[in-house]
């Protein structure tokens, strides 16, 4: 670290310390009643609130910058062209890709390649399984005449408790014939990451429709319930 460097890192170390300081005077003041110890509380408690929401973000940043560089290729990365690396390109390269590729496939010379794609995965054993239920699962949660039709509310994990799901399709297989009982499939997604959670199957009566978006419902789980939709 050269001297400039180390001057501006005691400047702003100074500068921090005197916020704190004034701040800790001035709280002080208006606290005059309350203990040492309950204001440094209130500051760390303060602080987590603060930080939790920006670490998180810049994490998740960090985390989709780091798996948008390994996708594009090496040498169609531009930066490995630049003098100075440009963190989040590969996002912005990402998005323009995937645009072009939703624009190209509602062509006619598109949906002829696709379901040239579609046939191929679907006749590969192993793939088949794994294709055809991700397909499944994109296109009931992207169907916007069902998007206010798939949230429900749920009883679980027990009466009286209840936990926001989005309701898949109608159980017609095995286990709705050896139930006796007309079943919905719904998925209960965790809190604060919705991409895990649980397949339950409750009888249609039992479930409760929310006239909830999808985007409406993800933000209440990942915000765990502060969201203002909730």
């Known amino acids: 670290m050269n001297l400039n460097n180390k001057i501006l890192l005691i400047m702003f170390i100074i500068a921090i310390s005197f ?27 303060t602080g987590v609130v603060v930080l939790i929401p920006i670490g998180f973000t810049l994490y998740l940043t960090k985390f989709i910058i780091g798996i948008s560089s390994k996708i594009i290729p090496q040498n169609l990365n531009p930066n490995n062209y630049l003098p100075y690396a440009i963190p989040g390109i590969e996002i912005f390269i990402s998005i323009v890709l995937i645009t072009i ?40 949660f992207s169907n916007k005449e069902n998007d206010k039709k798939s949230v429900v509310l749920v009883e679980y994990p027990r009466k009286g ?29 965790t809190t604060p990451n919705p991409t895990s959670g649980f397949l339950l199957m409750f009888p249609v009566d039992d479930v409760i429709y929310l006239n909830m978006s999808f985007e409406e419902a993800s933000k209440f789980i990942v915000s765990a319930g502060t969201s203002s939709k909730s």
């Open 101 to 140: 590729v939703g624009g190209l496939s509602l062509s006619v010379l598109g949906e002829r390649v696709l379901k040239l794609i579609d046939d191929l995965f679907k006749r590969i054993p192993f793939l088949r399984t794994i294709y055809t239920a991700i397909l499944q699962m994109t296109e009931t």
């Open 19 to 45: 916020v704190i300081y004034s701040s800790f005077k001035w709280y002080m003041v208006k606290n005059k009643k309350k203990s040492l110890t309950l204001i440094l509380r209130n500051y760390f408690i």
């Open 161 to 189: 408790v209840w936990a926001v799901g989005f309701a898949t399709k109608e159980n017609t297989g095995e286990m709705a014939k050896k139930t006796n009982k007309k079943l919905i499939n719904v998925f209960v997604p």
